[in-house]
DNA sequence: TAAACTTGTAATAATATTTGTTACAGGTGT
DNA sequence: ACACCTGTAACAAATATTATTACAAGTTTA
């Protein structure tokens, strides 16, 4: 199992129309760098607008940042791209048992340990912002 | 996307096997209390005992625990069972182009950042123990 | 106003993953 | 010999993910 890469492509879109803010980051132009289907593109970017996270209209091309890229983390593409239910990082086998003392007690007592480490984990993608992506690519680029 | 339930299923066959001590735990009986196929759990223990965790011998009925339940954290369940590789949490896409900035550098950029996401979450289930998952069945019950 | 282009969205298809099923070889104990 | 178990593989079914195609509706510009 793995989460969907559309967080992944969620970032990339974030990060490639701050790179190329002067341009007009189409589906067509987003698509051709992410190596996807321009309706791949539009759909996240229509989670990510939905997230307040960039403007779009229909008609217009291009779509903008609609935040700082420092104020949006990546928790927040994350949650706008809806790759994780809340609460179901893991899953958990249904309709155990309830006459076997296990079965009936099961989730109850495992869901709560799985939620506080699916916290965990959402916590650490809060820690880290667009921009500090996008300073990453443009340092590498500087160095290569 | 959710990780498997083999990882539940996994935790709920060590409790199992614990409060069913003093009876004989085969993959039917335990198939029962997950309500699952006999099979299933059959695959399941193997992993588990790959991890040295059980222990099962071909034509003998019957799982045995072959750790202490405090020495076995969720976390080595996870691991045992092999529901997500290591730096795989996230899917990132492939073959982003080359010829722009952010598609030649994102992969490079955002896999560590993944991982360290990832590790959290791993981090989490490391402080939870299957004798802690136990104590919490045995109080259950005994409240209700 | 018409043509060219865009976004938004749905329907569909292709692919991959997860879970369950069936079957049976080979081990064990009565 | 018989009944029972585990280990395993092959197969099937159910889900989920990603890509593709198509088109309505909005915008620009010529
Ligand atoms: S059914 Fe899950 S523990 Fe018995
Ligand atoms: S950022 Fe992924 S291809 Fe440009």
Redesign the pocket.
Known sequence: ??????FS?GIHILALIEINKNG??????LAGSV??????I??I??ML?GAGLVK????????KLAMKLSDITLFDVYKAVN?VQEKELF?V??NPNPDCPVGRNIQETIVPLFEVAQIALEKSLGNVSVEDVVNDIIKKENIS
Chains 1, 2 share one sequence.
């Not at 007009?24 to 132009?29: L, N, Q």
């Not at 190596?35 to 791949?40: D, E, G, I, Q, S």
């Open positions: 199992m793995s989460i969907s890469s559309r492509v007009i980051s189409t589906s067509e132009f190596n996807t289907n321009p309706a791949v539009r759909k970017i229509g607008k779009v209209q229909p008609g217009i091309a291009g779509a790759v899953s086998h249904e």
